[in-house]
């Protein structure tokens, strides 16, 4: 038997070098059971023409893979996604079709709780405007303003999704001294109180914190999850912060409550558009702070999530259940061997 296929979508700005090179750590589980393939494609239908056949696509870029893509796939068995979230697939379609989809998703929750937690300080202790008083020679302008500002011990931390993000979270928060509070539907109480953390409605959770933090996944469900009605719903004094994906917010709201004083303070690392236009209201705001969608970003990060997607689909392509499944409902319907105990739990984005 040959090799399998496995595509790859490659940046049209990669650097001239051998898929051996440029692959090296995705081939360290995948070079004894496949090829990989790389094709350039600004449209589905070239994306199709390199990728009709494939056993497998290995995915942390491009163009979206869709319901078209997905059909045309006459072979496909497993979607590798390099990252925790998978809005570039259709995974509803790819479980309409067998295909298994995989993620990434406990590879950088340690880097991105820390960024969550640095937001979060950054903000409440409003360090973005303090820089520019300092630089602006105003100097005793800063105590009047954080005289205003309570302390974190205390406060109250929500948590909207009590995934792994989230939970590595709720321990820092804890060593602080917060109360943390969650919601999430989809995770049971026993869980979330396991961890030192009361479960709540989502009302309940918009009404009670001090600070705010989302982690949910997107998808039709949670995209605009925290809107107009939202941001009415909670203390003036919130800190909203968002580490998760972007569109969960609605950013137009998001402005408008921060203007309006309905909120106070906002850390973002993710925004609806990325990059953002220049003249986003958000860049300007003294009480928002902003980073580059980089909260996984460490020398861990990339070289770990390569070697972690190759080992994914190489799982699925030995016949045997990947370890991280978004799609888990797909994995009876196939003929992959389970070989271990496997979570049936939803949180492929968390």
């Known amino acids: 038997m040959g090799k399998h296929k496995v595509v790859v979508q490659l940046p049209r700005i990669a650097k001239a070098e051998s898929v051996a090179k440029r692959y090296v750590l995705e081939l360290e589980a995948l070079a004894p059971l496949a090829e990989l393939v790389e094709v350039q494609a600004d449209t589905a ?63 950088f929750t340690e880097e991105v709780a820390d960024h969550a937690l640095m937001l979060l300080l950054a903000a409440v202790r409003r360090t973005k405007e303090m820089d520019q008083i300092s630089a602006a ?49 989809y995770i ?32 039709d469900e949670t995209r605009h999850m925290l809107g107009g009605p939202e941001f009415a719903a909670m203390k003036n004094e919130v800190v909203v912060i968002n580490t998760g994906r972007g569109p969960t917010i609605d950013e ?34 003294a009480n928002v702070i902003i980073t580059p969608h980089v909260a996984s970003a460490t020398t861990r990060m990339r070289p770990e999530t390569r070697r972690r997607v190759g080992r994914e689909v190489a799982l699925v392509l030995r016949g045997r259940w990947p370890m991280s499944c978004v799609n888990p409902t797909v994995l009876p319907r196939t003929e992959l061997e389970r070989w271990q105990p496997y979570p049936m739990t939803r949180g492929p984005n968390r």
């Open 45 to 107: 239908a070239e994306f199709i023409d390199g990728a009709r056949d494939a056993d497998a696509l290995i995915i942390s870029w491009g163009i979206r893979i869709d319901r078209q893509i997905i059909n045309a796939l006459e072979r496909c068995i497993v979607i590798g996604v390099g990252s925790v979230g998978v809005d570039m697939v259709d995974v509803d379609a790819a479980t309409d079709a067998g295909i298994v989809v995989t993620n990434v998703p406990d590879v």
């Open 137 to 185: 020679d105003r100097w005793f302008e800063g105590r009047p303003i954080l005289s205003k500002v309570p302390r974190l011990m205390g406060q109250t931390l929500g948590l909207i999704a009590f995934g792994n993000v989230a939970r590595c979270v709720a321990r820092r928060a804890l060593a602080f001294g917060l109360r943390v509070i969650a919601h999430d539907p």
């Open 188 to 219: 049971s109480e026993l869980t979330i109180s396991a961890e030192g953390v009361e479960p709540v409605s989502f009302a309940e959770l918009l009404e009670r914190s001090d600070y705010i933090s989302m982690h949910a996944p997107l998808n």
């Open 252 to 285: 137009a709201a998001l402005i408008a409550a921060l203007t309006n004083g309905e909120i106070a303070a906002a850390g973002l690392d993710v925004l609806e558009t990325e990059p953002p236009a220049t003249d986003n209201p958000l860049l300007g705001m």
